[in-house]
């Protein structure tokens, strides 16, 4: 199996793991069944499992069940895979991130940028704000 078999592969398994699509072996691609009932049941249970993050972060455990759907419904998930960049040391954002799952590496540039240095490790129910 080579390379791009591998990863187009993996975004094949992704995206019907997830349930976005189904394969249609006869046409070579994707039919989407995606109703106007199917997306707003879609988006109340991503809502429903944003709310129920949110409980478990220390930062948002005085907030009212109102207040967390709401919060809920404003917030954008954005997954990164092993190893990826967040952000960079220095770079202008104005955004918080919460850690759902996984383990994020903080780390400080030393030595003029040559090397990084391990400082913290965030974990799910964590979060990091950066503010440019």
Not at 20 to 26: C, E, K, L, T, V
Not at 79 to 105: C, D, K, N
């Amino acid at each position: 199996m080579n390379h791009k078999f591998k990863r187009a592969h993996s975004h094949l398994f992704c995206s019907a793991a997830r349930g976005y699509s189904a394969f249609d072996s006869r046409s070579n691609g994707f039919v989407t069944e995606d109703d106007l009932k199917r997306r707003e049941r879609k988006t109340g249970l991503e809502i429903d499992e944003r709310v129920e993050t949110l409980k478990k972060v220390e930062l948002f455990f005085t907030l009212t069940e109102e207040e967390r759907r709401a919060l809920a419904q404003r917030v954008r998930v954005a997954p990164f895979a092993r190893g990826e960049i967040m952000t960079h040391q220095g770079a202008q954002a104005h955004w918080l991130y919460v850690i759902i799952s996984g383990v994020a590496e903080v780390q400080l540039s030393v030595d003029g940028g040559e090397t990084s240095e391990k400082i913290a490790a965030l974990h799910s129910g964590d979060f990091s704000a950066k503010a440019g």
